[in-house]
């Protein structure tokens, strides 16, 4: 039972001065925390890394200034200053890795690709109502590159929650030695600016990330002494970064996890990664660049007809490929424009699935029109599912929320797992890729894991 909960804020431990500045390029690019072991609970639903942000442009002259986005300025310099985060992941982008150790120096969990987990996270699973309210005070979000340039016209204040296995689950986490996860240290590794920033004026421009702290509460149990426990179960998320170019690819992973629970996958045209004029951080669908040349651009979609997830090259755990698309090949005259082909349903319903279970309870699970291939959203360009369209004099190019995925386990969302320990995963997909047009693939395991403690207090992580 629990006697009282206490609030707390935690400075980083690598903090030099009051006012610290963290950035890839004008700081320092780890934060790091410490929560100390002790005999309480830390309530992981509660737990908040706060700071403020702001995206600093360079003009020629080396001068810097807030940016100018959608010219709304009305303070020098009046020119124009395209200098962006991704209108839906906002600034998680900002981080690239995660990783939670105990006190122990017993590796709890690492995320790699920490802001591309938030592509899928935040966007699948979030509308109009969650993006106008919480969502914005907590990433800076908005899902409208108007609205978006306007918030990084200025400082970004955010409480953000911290979207791990470990504090996802909303549990109270005990943070005794040997009744709990023996503490934790939380260090996050920062995106290099041109992973984060885009835009027509972004290059060479950076973001400083000030005023930070961790805040949240803490449980005090009864007594003043946390229960006996023999193990602590708990998830984590596991990434893989590659790359697909061929129209027939197998991809094979080997997770080494023992417990999984789900798969997802994201994409993102690969010349768009570390670029200052494209959103490294869009979840694009597949697509094709007219041209085998650096300067084409991917504006043709190439839908995916077929997708096989397998366990040691065995259908698992479908027994059947999801192959519900139908093809259009839109215009006689110019082979492979693919871009009225039908909605892929049965293809986002797995995906959507493998991110979060859809339950009865559950009304606004869609990213609304975000997800489907239109050209705009609720007829506002900002929305923006573009082609050929252009925002402010930057290219968007299918700004859908789309990625592929399968949940694993029990698809309820409960009890069941699947054992990847010594086996492989592969996905087989087969799309309208033309050979020269490569996408790179996030893929991420949501998994259990589980600490162990004999009577001696020794403890032992199992994944």
């Known amino acids: 039972m629990i006697a009282a909960v206490r609030k707390f804020e935690i400075s980083p431990e690598n903090q030099t001065s009051g006012n610290n500045s963290y950035s890839y390029r004008n700081g320092n690019p780890i934060i790091q925390f410490r929560i100390a072991e002790n005999e309480y609970y830390l309530r992981s639903k509660n737990i908040k890394l706060c700071f403020d942000v702001r995206l600093v442009q360079v003009d020629a002259a080396g001068a810097t200034s807030f940016p100018n986005n959608n010219n709304q300025s009305t303070v020098p310099p009046a020119a124009a ?13 900002l981080f690239e890795q995660l990783e939670i150790n105990n006190s122990m120096n017993q590796n709890l969990e690492t995320i790699r690709h920490f802001g591309r987990l938030h592509s899928s996270l935040l ?3 979030s509308g109009f109502n969650e993006f106008t309210t919480y969502l914005s005070n907590e990433f800076a979000v908005s899902s409208n590159e108007q609205v978006q340039g306007r918030y990084c016209n200025a400082t970004m204040s955010c409480a953000m929650p911290i979207l791990s296995g470990l504090f996802m689950e909303g549990r109270d986490i005990p943070l005794s030695r040997d009744n709990g996860i023996g503490g934790c240290v939380l260090k996050f590794s920062l995106n290099s600016s041109i992973q984060s920033n885009y835009g027509a004026q972004a290059t060479n421009s950076y973001y400083e990330i000030t005023n930070v702290s961790l805040m949240g509460e803490y449980a005090m149990p009864v007594g003043g002494k946390l229960p006996n426990i023999s193990s602590y179960p708990f998830s984590g998320f596991s990434s893989f970064y ?14 080494a996890l023992g417990a999984v629970v789900s798969v997802f996958t994201n994409f993102v045209p690969t010349t768009h990664i570390a670029n200052w004029q494209q959103d490294s951080m869009k979840t694009t669908p597949l697509l094709n660049r007219a041209a085998a040349t650096p300067a084409s651009p991917y504006d043709q979609l190439a839908p995916i007809t ?16 999801v192959d519900e698309n139908e093809i259009v090949d839109s215009n006689p005259l110019t082979p492979d424009v693919f871009g009225l082909s039908a909605y892929e349903a049965q293809r986002q319903y797995y995906f959507s699935m493998a991110i979060r279970p859809r339950t009865s309870r559950a009304t606004d699970q869609l990213a609304g029109q975000n997800s489907e291939n239109l050209r705009t959203a609720n007829g506002d360009t900002q929305h923006n599912a573009l082609t050929l369209d252009t925002v402010n004099g930057t290219a968007n190019y ?16 409960v009890g069941n797992t699947a054992n990847f320990k010594n086996s492989s995963y592969s996905t087989r997909v087969i799309s309208k890729l033309n050979g020269f047009s490569p996408m790179s693939t996030y ?3 949501l998994y259990r894991s589980q600490i162990n403690y004999d009577n001696n207090g020794m403890v032992s992580i199992v994944n």
């Not at 077929?306 to 490929?321: E, V």
């Not at 299918?398 to 969302?413: A, E």
């Open 81 to 93: 200053g395209e200098v962006r985060l991704n209108s839906r992941t906002g600034v998680a982008s």
């Open 123 to 125: 966007s699948s699973g």
């Open 242 to 255: 590659g790359v697909i170019n061929n129209n027939d690819q197998t991809s094979q992973i080997n997770p």
């Open 306 to 321: 077929k997708i096989s997830y397998m366990k040691n090259g065995i259908l698992y755990p479908l027994q059947f490929q």
């Open 398 to 413: 299918y700004q859908n929320v789309y990625g592929i995925g399968i949940r694993v386990g029990d698809m309820l969302g």
């Open 443 to 445: 893929t991420f395991f």
